[in-house]
């Protein structure tokens, strides 16, 4: 079965966005994350009335802000006679559920008197925060089981706590035949007893998904047990959501991966096998893209996929360059990978979208940003196909500690070397003296080690 978050109209025609940030916080910060959110509500199709932006002294336990800021943010969504409002910040179910209630109704003077004006002609107030957007975005793009199923494990995480909030109509007919042992179901109310057997489901759910979840971890292990016997190394593509890791992952493989420019679009793990100009095989995997203020849930129901970057040899992380987040956007994803474990990985960090950098601005941007990370980068542009050459180099540099270049004589009674070389190996040139063949070749180390006594 596969519960919903909660029941909401199919669409949302106009939104109040509303982010409350505190006296410490950067204004520039809150207006940036405060514009991502914007992007992400436009990507579900939600019409947007009024962005607002609030500074509010400390956070408050019922609304996050005090009682005058909140009928300020009430009276204006009845002004914009909006459909719903949607928080920057996160909201616990408990702030979520008081915040629906309060915008019921609102008070105002006209002609002297208080008038109470209804929400939305009798129907539910709806209020959401970022992670709810969020995973209605990932429950759109999810496509493959894996994908669905961590989604939904998600999704139920989060809906869970909020279930208290969601049979108030069925609570509320309580009395009947008493309060005592013998009341039964009246004296308790149905929705006591509806909540309590959506709640087991939910928990039968969540377990069932972690036990699918678990199996489909497994099959990745054997996958990748069967490339670490081959040899042959990993390559996580990583990065901000729609910096173009897919568009790359395309570009250079040819893999057909969708490369929209929407938030979110990939949320399926794709793995390639390409050939480096030095000869060595390289599987490169794209993983779901990073933001900041990724529930904490959702990176651990994504870890069996974001897993590949903690296993990769190395990790290629693409950053828009065009953005002026672009560092902010850098940074969050490397703190995501510390919190995965694989800040100590290997990287390169290749700055696409270079096409959008106007010419003039361009080299001077592109070594200002170079100059703040720690790890070894280059400029490309995926639009263009620019860079492509300097990002397999830099790829090749990555595993230069694999492999070795050296001539071997190798008697042609066995050849059975030579094709090994062939098949593991990139073989560079080829010679005939005698009965010897004179080979040329780029090995890996560990091969290249047992053929020491043929080097020349």
């Known amino acids: 079965m596969s519960f919903e978050i909660r029941e909401k109209p199919e ?19 809150r207006a940036a994350l405060l514009a991502e959110l914007e992007d992400l509500v436009c990507n579900l199709g939600i019409g947007i009335a009024e962005v607002r932006l609030e500074f509010i002294r400390e956070m408050q336990a019922k609304f996050l802000c005090g009682i005058g800021k909140a009928k300020e943010i009430r009276d204006l969504a009845h002004e914009l006679n909006a459909d719903c409002v949607i928080f920057d910040n996160l909201l616990a179910p408990s702030q979520q559920r008081e915040w629906e209630e309060f915008l019921e109704w609102a008070e105002y003077e ?125 390559a996580a593509i990583v990065g901000y959501t729609n910096a173009g890791k897919s568009s790359l992952l395309n570009l250079i493989t040819g893999a057909g991966v969708l490369a ?107 070594e200002s940003l170079s100059t703040k990370v720690q790890c070894p980068s280059l400029s490309i542009s995926v639009l263009e196909e620019r860079g492509m050459p300097d990002l397999l180099a830099a790829c090749v540099e990555m595993l230069s500690h694999r492999v070795t270049t050296a001539r071997y004589r190798i008697p042609l009674a066995e050849s059975r070397i030579i094709a090994i070389m062939h098949r593991d190996g990139k073989v560079l040139n080829t010679e005939y003296e005698g009965n010897d063949a004179l080979v040329d070749a780029i090995l890996p180390r560990e091969f290249a080690a047992r053929l020491e006594s043929y080097k020349i």
């Open 11 to 29: 669409k949302f025609e106009r939104a109040l966005l509303v982010g409350l940030g505190l006296p410490g916080e950067s204004r520039r910060e």
């Open 260 to 366: 929209q420019n929407i938030l979110f679009a990939t949320l399926d793990t794709t793995s390639r096998k390409i050939e480096l100009p030095d000869g060595q095989p390289l599987v490169l995997t794209d993983t779901v893209g990073f933001i900041r203020n990724l529930p904490h849930r959702l990176v651990e129901a994504f870890k069996s996929t974001l897993e590949e970057a903690t296993l990769a040899d190395f990790l290629i992380q693409v950053v828009d360059a065009s953005d002026r987040e672009a560092l902010r956007h850098y940074e969050t994803t490397c703190e995501v990978l510390a919190e995965l474990g694989a800040q100590d990985k290997p990287m390169v960090v290749v700055w696409n979208k270079t096409d959008l950098i106007p010419e003039e601005q361009r080299d001077s941007v592109l």
């Open 110 to 234: 006209e002609d002297g008197k208080t008038v109470r004006r209804e929400w939305k002609k009798g129907e539910a107030a709806v209020v959401m925060d970022r992670e709810e957007i969020i995973l209605d975005i990932f429950a759109r793009r999810a496509r493959t089981r894996e994908a669905v199923l961590q989604v939904d494990l998600a999704r139920m995480q989060y809906a869970l706590p909020r279930m208290a909030g969601m049979w108030k109509h069925l609570d509320r007919q309580r009395g009947g035949s008493g309060g005592g042992k013998g009341g039964g179901a009246a004296a308790r109310g149905e929705g006591e007893k509806q909540i309590e057997v959506d709640r087991r489901l939910a928990h039968e759910r969540i377990e069932n998904i972690r036990d699918e979840l678990e199996v489909v971890r497994r099959q990745r292990g054997t996958q990748r047990k069967e490339r670490n016997r081959q040899g042959i190394p990993t």
